[in-house]
């Protein structure tokens, strides 16, 4: 069955992995190609005259991600990249669709997101490391959540202070800072979680941990809450509310976090509900979007338009109608999709983000480590839960508050944080599967020296 | 303490918001699908109409009138009109915020594609989605418009040119007319502001006038009194008429006057070369209620089977004449109750020319697919049977004459032999309207025309339709024998197009 491991060789399992990986891969750049050139033939009957360096470059890019998996990961798990890449490539047809000019912006920030997974996968070497730069971390994901209020670099887009703006570049620091506290969050809470799950006092029917241990938390999830909503980045506030709570109770097991966790959420909704107007608009928009359909409620008044004419099968790539709906290739991008793949196409993208997550989980399931586990579960709660957000916001399931469909929405931040996010995945589970792999060696008769 | 329960919790709570999500979406797009696609703010599918790709609108010698070119917005394509107001009031306007009018309205379906006609020639063109537009050839040219309009000038009025023997327009001038392109601009500001402008004008150049303006047609009208009567057997061209300077109406103490007070009688026939008014008031007066068959059979007061939506013409009503018989004396000389259409002059002389069989008139000749291939032709229909071949015959002598030496010599043309009527309508607006209706040549018709200068252009009342309609008729008419090409290779001269159920008409008469 399984060949003794040879000496630093990733072995037959790897082997698999790495060939399903790059024929995964190559089906996401050939859908990706397809769907190009179905929109281009929409509007007329030739093919897109840039078919062949799109079609160069999607591929090239996607060739390099796998060779740096193959290289830096090369027992990590198969299926990863290749979604992220179909989900990346739905974006980029999308987005060229509607603008072309963004979908050239697109393309380079993709450039740039694959460079930071390959960076990612060649600077983290062991991913355990990372605990180490926990605070480090922290403090830099508070100060890039603080830098678009920093007078001169920040920069107000459609009324949410989340930019920075530094010579030529734009980017939204948030995103860094996502990664950067879910790694601070994992490491922290690893090493506190039994003190953090050992009641000292309680307030009420609820027991709380010693506040020395809990107050570090507290801060540092208070504080970037504070921050968000100070720039009104309403998604990502929830975001990390819900990360946060997830991680806590992952690492605790103590159920009267989520309790205390949704007493506090409730709380802060409530006071942002009758602090904020913007929050208030939200709101009411989502319980009724139809009066204020002119104004306030009418960038989700398209949305709705764009699922319901689009309905079961979608008028096709590029004969719907999106450009009618405001931040299509952004916040809204899944009704664009909505509009002209129709359900097929919306649950097409959902079971592609459930795999996704399911393979993360699976990998936080497998590692042993408790730091590798719960880094994973965090990073596939982000990913999860941000898709939701967005997806729920523009179907109104929930209130809308912008934030990025992670590698479909238009966004060169966004990108590169879920690239980093998706390397982070990929390291962890090419660590897991090096000491299974191990153990099954060991476990194996002719195997050399027992481990334990 | 292993972390795996949990992670599994959060791993189901993802799950589950994941099936909600999914359970919304099946609710978007499918239960509601329907009301919020056809919700009235959504605009799509109106959109998606103006989107389509649309084919163009061409004259007959392949002048392009409209097509859509490729253009950077949400609509995708611009209905543009190169010809600006040259034949706008034949392709209409496409506007998304205005709607369509004219062969853009009327040849929609063949346009867009939509027509279900069309077929895929091939497996090969479907796959590679080819657009399945139909292009729309006018039986209109552009030499006969442009003739049509420099004859006209600045004068308020209609010209009016068509093949008697096939229905085809061969022109369809009415001025002012107007540019279509800024009502078809993608800005509801600015075709909100074109549109208040061109109907904000006094002048009204969005009105059609040459279809969908009614006159009272004067003198030309007596081509329908004098057939009427021949064919009724009521008069013929030699009868004699006393010789009048006006005719005391019955039931009323007015008088009918003859232009300018004169007096004239005689022969019909010589009634008809100076345009007697009171010679074919008696001829009304003795047709009675046959005067308003003979309107009738000339197609006036009937829906005409013309592509575009014409104005109906009136005239005095059946079972009046008894109680009013002043109206079917004014109505004989084309006054009091008659209001045509100068198209539905140019379709009476058209009858005369055409041995008395009246055609269908039709703006578009055949649908073209984008590879040039012919669709479908429209067209020729006989619509219906006008008067007889030898009444026909008679009539075109009568108006040989008025060219020859009648009120209508400024249509001569040297070696063509001009067929036409004068009339000078009064109306209640000013100077009296100058008409002209003529066909050419006379022997083997190949054109008719119908002319009419609104209150006779700047000669006002001194204005005769002989004196200022009749040399514009002259050199349309012209201009249009002139032509080689299309608009002659239809019809060969001496061959009219009659179907070979029409009875009553004898072999090259007319």
Not at chain 1, 87 to 100: E, T
Request: proline share 6%; glycine share 10%.
């Amino acid at each position: 069955m399984k060949r003794p491991a040879g000496t630093g060789g990733a072995g037959p399992d790897a082997a698999a992995r790495r060939s399903t990986e790059l024929g995964l891969v190559t089906l996401a750049v050939i859908l990706a190609a397809g769907g190009y050139v179905l929109t281009a033939l929409a509007k007329g009957a030739r093919l897109p005259a840039n078919l062949a360096p799109f079609a160069a470059g999607a591929a090239g890019l996607a060739l390099v991600a796998h060779l740096a998996v193959r290289r830096f990961a090369p027992r990590a798990d198969g299926t990863l990249l290749g979604l992220a890449v179909l989900l990346n490539g739905i974006g980029f047809v999308v987005i060229a669709r509607l603008d072309p000019d963004l979908a050239r912006y697109q393309s380079l920030w993709t450039a740039v997101g694959i460079a930071a997974f390959v960076a990612t996968l060649a600077a983290v070497r062991r991913v355990t490391d990372l605990q180490r730069y926990r605070y480090t971390f922290a403090l830099l994901g508070i100060a890039s959540l603080l830098l678009p209020a920093v007078p001169g670099i920040g920069q107000d887009i459609n009324g949410a202070r989340l930019w920075v703006h530094l010579g030529p570049l734009n980017f939204q620091p948030g995103e860094a800072a996502k990664v950067l506290l879910v790694i601070f969050l994992a490491a922290y809470l690893v090493e506190k979680r039994e003190l953090l799950s050992t009641p000292t006092w309680r307030v009420g029917p609820v027991m709380l941990p010693d506040p020395k241990h809990f107050a570090p938390l507290l801060l540092a999830w208070g504080g970037s809450i504070l921050v968000m909503v100070r720039e009104t980045d309403l998604g990502s506030s929830l975001l990390f509310f819900a990360v946060f709570l997830a991680m806590l109770y992952i690492a605790t097991a103590r159920a009267s976090y989520l309790g205390v966790g949704t007493a506090l959420f409730v709380a802060g909704a409530t006071l942002a509900y009758h602090a904020f107007g913007h929050v208030r608009e939200r709101v009411t928009t989502w319980i009724n979007p139809w009066p204020t359909a002119d104004s306030h409620g009418y960038q989700l008044v398209q949305a709705l338009f764009a699922f319901g004419s689009g309905g079961f099968a979608g008028t096709g790539l590029g004969l719907g109608s999106p450009g009618k709906i405001p931040n299509a290739a952004t916040d809204f991008v899944y009704a664009a999709i909505g509009e002209e793949l129709g359900l097929i196409g919306t649950t097409a993208v959902l079971l592609i983000y459930l795999l996704f997550i399911g393979v993360g989980f699976r990998i936080a399931l497998r590692a042993e480590q408790p730091f590798l586990k719960l880094l994973a579960a965090g990073l596939t709660t982000i990913l999860g839960v941000q898709t939701f957000i967005i997806l729920g916001g523009v179907t109104r399931l929930i209130p809308l508050t912008g934030i990025t469909m992670p590698f479909v929405s238009y966004g060169g931040s966004s990108l590169v944080a879920n690239f980093v996010i998706l390397a982070l995945l990929l390291r962890i589970s090419d660590e897991v599967s090096r000491r299974t792999d191990a153990d099954a060696d060991a476990a194996a008769p002719a195997a050399t020296g027992a481990r334990r | 303490m292993s972390m795996n329960r949990q992670v599994r919790r959060v791993g189901i709570v993802v799950v589950v918001l994941f099936l909600a999500l999914f359970v919304q979406l099946n609710y978007l797009q499918v239960v509601k699908a329907h009301s919020l696609a056809n919700n009235p703010r959504n605009v799509r599918a109106v959109v998606r109409d103006y989107s389509e790709p649309r084919g163009a609108i061409l004259t007959n010698d392949g002048v392009v009138v409209a097509r859509s070119v490729p253009v950077d917005d949400e609509f995708e394509r611009l209905r543009t009109y190169p010809t600006g107001p040259l034949f706008a009031h034949t392709s209409g306007f496409f506007s998304f915020t205005l709607g369509a009018s004219g062969v853009e309205d009327a040849y929609n379906s063949d346009l867009s594609g939509r027509n279900l006609d069309r077929q895929f020639h091939n497996i090969g063109d479907w796959l590679i989605g080819k657009e399945e537009t139909g292009d729309v050839v006018l039986s209109l040219s552009n030499a006969a418009q442009e003739a049509a309009r420099d004859a006209l000038g600045n004068r308020k009025g209609s010209v009016v040119a068509l093949d008697p023997s096939t229905g085809e327009i061969l022109a369809l001038w009415s001025y002012p007319s107007y540019d279509p392109g800024p009502l078809a601009d993608h800005s509801p500001k600015a075709v909100q502001a074109a549109y208040d402008g061109y109907t904000h004008d006094p002048d009204n150049p969005m009105l059609a006038r040459a279809y969908r303006e009614r006159y009272p047609p004067g003198s030309t009208f007596k081509i329908v009194t004098a057939s009427t009567a021949i064919e009724t057997g009521t008069a013929n061209p030699q009868s004699r008429f006393p010789v009048l300077r006006f005719l005391a109406l019955p039931q009323s103490d007015k008088q009918l006057h003859n232009f300018g007070d004169e007096a004239c009688g005689g022969t019909m026939a010589d009634a008809f070369r100076v345009s007697c008014n009171t010679t074919f008031a008696q001829v009304g007066l003795d047709l009675g209620e046959k005067l308003v068959d003979g309107m009738k059979a000339f197609g006036i007061t009937e829906d005409v089977p013309f592509d575009l939506p014409e104005a109906r013409a009136s005239g005095p009503a059946a079972g009046t004449f008894e109680h009013n018989k002043p109206s079917f004396a004014n109505a004989a000389i084309g006054q009091g109750d008659v209001a045509v259409t100068p198209l539905q002059m140019a379709m009476v002389a058209g009858a005369i020319a055409n041995g008395g069989v009246l055609m269908a008139p039709h703006v578009a000749k055949k649908i073209r697919d984008p590879d040039g291939r012919v669709i479908r032709t429209i067209g020729p229909t006989v619509w219906r049977r006008a008067v007889s071949a030898t009444t026909a015959a008679a009539l075109t002598q009568m108006m040989i004459d008025v060219v020859k030496r009648g009120t209508g010599t400024a249509a001569a043309i040297p070696g063509v032999t001009v067929a036409g009527k004068t009339g000078t309508a009064e109306n209640p607006g000013g100077a009296p309207h100058a008409w002209f209706v003529a066909f050419a040549p006379a022997e083997a018709p190949r054109f008719a025309v119908a002319v009419i200068v609104e209150h006779g252009g700047d000669l006002g009342d001194e204005a005769t339709g002989g004196r200022v309609a009749a040399p514009v008729a002259q050199k349309v008419l012209a201009k249009l024998l002139s032509l080689p090409g299309p608009t002659t290779t239809t019809t060969a001269p001496g061959q009219p197009n009659l179907p070979s159920t029409t009875t009553g008409r004898p072999p090259g008469g007319r």
